[in-house]
T-cell receptor, first 117, second 116 residues
Framework: AQKITQTQPGMFVQEKEAVTLDCTYDTSDPSYGLFWYKQPSSGEMIFLIYQGSYDQQNATEGRYSLNFQKARKSANLVISASQLGDSAMYFCAMRDVVTDSWGKLQFGAGTQVVVTP | GAVVSQHPSWVICKSGTSVKIECRSLDFQATTMFWYRQFPKQSLMLMATSNEGSKATYEQGVEKDKFLINHASLTLSTLTVTSAHPEDSSFYIC????????????FGPGTRLTVL
């Protein structure tokens, strides 16, 4: 069953604007981790941000912030002040801590972001 | 820090041959590494979990005899695609999880395999 859902297959965003990428998840595990990765056209997966299920505050890393709404099971990524170099595929991923001791990640389908001048 | 390399970055081979892909964590030790496969315009599909010094654990539907994984050291895991066929053509990505307990996985740059 699909545990990570990214409903936006693609988005256009204007340079310098903010963009929100949606991610919802499904788990019965009380402890889990949520991740966002960026994949440019070159293919490498770049780690952006991490949110633990017990973290009280929303994670932030530079222009990236994670809007974590635990009750709604959503972990949206917000990119502020978009740059042309932000054009890429973005993946949301989750790790169930209790049921998986190795740290396997389950990925969403991804959202293609295109930043326009 | 947290750099993972893969070699080769791309490979073209004839049908029926075997191809070995290396995944190395360059500046950290990784007890656990993961191998993913990605088709164009699709998400990453986990193939197997590789633990140093033990047998890999394969996801359902992944043929362990076709995709041989060896994790001989804390910095190296290899994936060998045996008797490759055109349907094995794909983008193969590895990731490594630092041994210190950090939850984040760091990914290699990927290997594009084309089987003719």
């Amino acid at each position: 069953a699909q545990k990570i859902t990214q409903t936006q297959p693609g988005m256009f965003v204007q340079e310098k604007e903010a963009v929100t990428l949606d991610c919802t998840y499904d788990t019965s595990d009380p402890s889990y981790g949520l991740f966002w990765y960026k994949q440019p056209s070159s293919g490498e997966m770049i780690f952006l941000i991490y949110q633990g299920s017990y973290d009280q505050q929303n994670a932030t890393e530079g222009r990236y912030s994670l809007n974590f709404q635990k009750a709604r099971k959503s972990a949206n990524l917000v990119i502020s002040a978009s740059q042309l170099g932000d054009s890429a595929m973005y993946f949301c991923a989750m790790r169930d801590v209790v049921t998986d001791s190795w740290g396997k990640l389950q990925f969403g389908a991804g959202t293609q972001v295109v930043v326009t001048p | 820090g947290a750099v993972v390399s893969q070699h080769p970055s791309w490979v073209i081979c004839k049908s029926g041959t075997s191809v070995k892909i290396e995944c190395r964590s360059l500046d950290f030790q990784a007890t656990t590494m993961f191998w993913y496969r990605q088709f164009p315009k699709q998400s990453l599909m986990l193939m197997a979990t590789s633990n140093e010094g033990s047998k890999a654990t394969y996801e359902q539907g992944v043929e362990k005899d076709k995709f041989l994984i060896n994790h001989a050291s804390l910095t190296l895991s290899t994936l060998t695609v045996t008797s490759a066929h055109p349907e094995d053509s794909s983008f193969y990505i590895c990731s490594a999880k630092p041994s210190g307990g950090e939850d984040t996985q760091y990914f290699g740059p990927g290997t594009r395999l084309t089987v003719l």
